[in-house]
């Protein structure tokens, strides 16, 4: 294996059918929505084709090999006793999160989340028929935990917690998800874990799954996927992991045609991940950090008014630009005159502050072709 995994030619990009790349017109580089643009892992290919081959195209059966293929990866990866039975197929984490909500609250309960972070998190509680209560990362990104006190003091109904947390790249540290937990225990709240991104913390961060923190076994459940980290969001398949049988108990309340809805492609390719494309995950990271530093490298010399923290996980990079204008105005900026595509700030509730997310899950060539493009939208 070479150091870093390839990515196909610009051109051969562009035939894919995914969001990523039709949303725009073909002259936009996209770097938005979080699809990398690396191959499959060769055991991930391999499980589909051969899925095709033998017609195997029908309703999925998740458990229990999706639950031993997520608690052998999580005791290799974290040193996590994850009891395979504890594991629950679920659509995706989205849907995930409101059906646990539906069981968890009642209309008109609210539910807590910390912005900026992924749009859907401002979707999923009035789906469920609750309300917003947003309690906002501190300025340097961490969990604001006396003003979690507070808010759950009010007797919310949920938290949502992103760990790693999309767009910043923040990795929760133990001691503040121990705190996190003691506060949910004082006040009676459930936290559900959004937990997508934990396969890709970066060398030089520790992840922490919540479950393994003391006492969240009683207040929390996890979601986990493969989506993420192996590129199989459009196959659809996530786990929902509890360590109680409290909290088991919610996730049988769910809707009882919940395990019909999860992909057969999507369990068949999440086995495979988990169970057989480790050393690809770890090309895959290595890529990652060679991608971070050059974007280190390219925003010093191409944009220096931008402002950064590199993150500790996922291939997303959260560019504060509010030395340019508004995250909207920058954005719109990029896309017409550079024709590079982020997102923008307001779409992860941070409307005001000049921020947008970079994907720079691809290629060296592309990475500067967008940012030389995003430099010389400001010329």
Not at 98 to 115: A, F, H, K, N, Y
Not at 182 to 206: F, Q
Not at 294 to 309: C, F, K
């Amino acid at each position: 294996m070479t150091d870093e995994l390839p990515v196909p030619p610009l051109a051969e990009l562009r035939t894919r059918q995914s969001a990523k790349w039709r949303t725009y017109p073909s002259d936009v580089l996209p770097l938005t929505v979080a699809e990398m643009d690396f191959p499959l892992a060769p055991p991930v290919a391999a499980a589909l084709q051969q899925a095709v081959a033998r017609s195997d195209t029908g309703y999925a059966l998740a458990s229990p090999d999706l639950g031993k293929a997520l608690a052998g990866f999580a005791g290799r990866r974290w040193d996590w006793d994850l009891d395979p039975t504890s594991v629950t197929s679920v659509t995706d984490v989205g849907v995930g999160v409101v059906e646990l909500l539906r069981v968890l609250t009642r209309p008109g309960d609210r539910v807590v989340i910390s912005p900026p972070v992924y749009p859907p998190f401002f979707h999923w509680a009035p789906e469920a028929g609750t309300e917003l209560l947003e309690v906002p990362l501190t300025e340097d990104y961490r969990l604001d935990l006396p003003a979690l006190d507070r808010a759950f003091a009010t007797q919310p109904g949920v938290y949502v917690l992103c760990h790693p947390h999309n767009p910043v790249g923040r990795v929760h540290s133990r001691g503040e998800l121990t705190e996190l937990v003691t506060l949910a225990k004082r006040h009676g709240v459930v936290v559900i874990s959004d937990e997508i991104h934990a396969p890709l913390v970066l060398p030089g961060a520790e992840f922490t799954p919540l479950l393994t923190v003391p006492g969240a076994a009683d207040v929390a459940i996890s979601l986990m996927s493969a989506s993420k980290a192996w590129n199989l969001a459009g196959l659809k398949c996530a786990a929902a992991i509890t360590a109680s049988p409290a909290m088991a108990d919610v996730v049988a309340r769910m809707a009882p045609d919940i395990r019909w809805r999860t992909g057969h492609f999507g369990v068949l390719a999440s086995i495979a991940a988990f169970t057989d494309s480790e050393p690809w995950l770890e090309q895959l990271l290595s890529t990652l950090v060679a991608r971070r530093a050059l974007l280190g490298e390219l925003l010093a010399e191409h944009l220096p008014s931008v402002r950064w923290q590199p993150p500790s996980a996922t291939y997303l990079a959260w560019l504060d630009c509010s030395a340019i204008g508004p995250g909207d105005t920058v954005r719109d900026l990029f896309l017409v005159k550079g024709k590079v595509a982020l997102e923008p700030g307001s779409r992860f509730g941070a409307p005001g502050d000049g921020c947008v997310r970079l994907n720079f899950g691809t290629s060296a060539e592309l990475l500067e072709q967008a940012v030389t493009g995003m430099a010389a939208a400001l010329a």
